[in-house]
């Protein structure tokens, strides 16, 4: 029956309570809105113990029981699945519900509309700046493994023989030897 357990807080709305509660002590009055507390915080009909009730109240029992009467009479409290409950706390509680389900059914409406227009832009917004880096790392990674391939370079057999643009590498081990030989014939003559 109850939404929840304990609900945290409730409407209250000053004037519909002081013209509900216009006729009654305020012993009485006090006792109305300890019951409602305690229905709205349980989420369901309290049992119908008048010495307890009475405690929770804070008045004696024969006060308890003649002010349940007055309110059972006319209609502030009924009774209700074997104990007693209130149409007020009913309607705080359907309330409660309704706010849930148009807030769900709009989350979900909100959330289709969202993935029917994603763009990656928007998809990389909404990660973190590690993801993003992450993934920028990933991306470079992959453009330098496909300039590798497309040259014919291969991970375990070095560099190629010539890189696309006809120069000769300058790391190439033939070059080496050529420039060892200048570098002598500069230092003997």
């Known amino acids: 029956m109850s939404l929840r ?18 006729d009654l002590k305020a012993t009485e009055s006090g006792i109305l809105i300890n019951l409602i507390a305690h229905m709205h915080q349980r989420g369901e009909p309290i049992a119908e113990d008048h010495s307890r009730l009475a ?18 009479n006319d209609g502030r ?7 007693l409950w209130s149409d007020l706390v009913q309607s705080e509680i359907d309330h409660r519900k309704n706010v849930s389900d148009v ?7 909100r959330w289709g509309k969202n993935e029917q227009h994603q763009s990656v832009i928007d998809a990389n917004a909404a990660k973190s700046s590690e993801s993003r880096e992450v993934e920028e790392k990933r991306s470079d990674f992959a453009s330098l493994v496909a300039t590798v391939g497309a040259t014919g370079g291969d991970r375990f057999a070095g560099p190629p023989a010539l890189p696309p643009d006809g120069r000769k590498s300058p790391l190439d081990s033939s070059s080496l030897e050529t420039d060892d030989l200048s570098t002598e014939k500069r230092r003997a003559g």
Do not use: E, M, Q, Y
């Not at 357990?5 to 216009?22: C, E």
């Not at 409290?77 to 104990?83: M, Y």
């Open 103 to 109: 807030r769900s059914k709009n989350a979900g409406h």
């Open 77 to 83: 409290i009924i009774r209700r699945d074997g104990g």
């Open 5 to 22: 357990r304990s609900a945290p807080w409730l409407r209250f709305f000053v004037a519909d309570w002081i013209a509900w509660t216009r």
């Open 55 to 72: 405690r929770l109240c804070g008045c004696n029992t024969r006060t308890f029981a003649r002010t349940i009467g007055i309110f059972l």
